[in-house]
């Protein structure tokens, strides 16, 4: 399987085949997070809603085809998330971008979960759909120190990050912590506590962070860095 360096990295270049609702979710859960997402997708209909909703790169064609895929620039991106709803159309997309660049992680949104027994050949990560969700594609995606957890309500963010010893908010007291408004450190997971003001933020430690969408990639920055 094809590792990247740094999954919580702010600067990833992340294809998204298929426009859809799991797919445009998950573009703009990963947007919110600072990733760039290119969207593919045959249906103008669908395209058009998403250019004008994410304000994202989206390509109108099937990312079954080499050359609609290379519009995405395959050979910089770090992820694929073939995310269309036909598990064999998603193999195949895997199949045709591990063709043009083998330095690129798949993910794979399946129908079953019988077709986990094929993980490893084309694609990386699944996504199947007891967990099809936009959060849970985020969360195969990233594979990181943060963790997106798929059954927030609303509009809110919520987030297991784990602290990083060179992030600001580091050795820091909660209160002293100078998280953006409108997010909160709403659990110690490491000591399985409520945090108060005087609580420090342990490296190493992880803790639960509940945000806006609008402050969760600062909040998310001040704890990872």
Known sequence: MTAISNPDSEDLHIIIAGAGRVGHRTARVLRDQGHEAYLI?????????????LGATVIEGDATDPKVLAQADPERADVLAALTETGATNFAICAVVKHLTGDIR???????????DEEGTFF?????????????????????????????GGDLDVA????????????????????PDQ??????????????????????????????PGVSREARRRLVG
Do not use: C, M, W
Request: aromatic content about 4%; proline content about 8%.
């Open 41 to 53: 997708d045959k249906d103008p209909d669908i395209v058009e809603d998403a250019r004008q909703a």
């Open 106 to 116: 798949t993910v794979a949104r399946i129908e079953r979960p019988d077709q986990l």
């Open 124 to 152: 990386d990560r699944v996504v199947y759909p007891e967990r099809a969700g936009a959060k849970s594609a985020v969360n195969q995606i990233l594979t990181g120190d943060t963790r997106v957890f798929e059954d927030a």
């Open 160 to 179: 297991e990050v784990q602290v990083a010893p060179e992030a600001p908010a580091a050795g820091k007291q909660l209160d002293a912590a100078a998280l």
């Open 183 to 212: 997010s909160h450190v709403v659990f110690d997971v490491t000591n399985d506590e409520v945090p108060q003001p005087s609580t420090e933020l342990v490296p190493g430690h992880r803790y639960l962070i509940a945000a806006a």
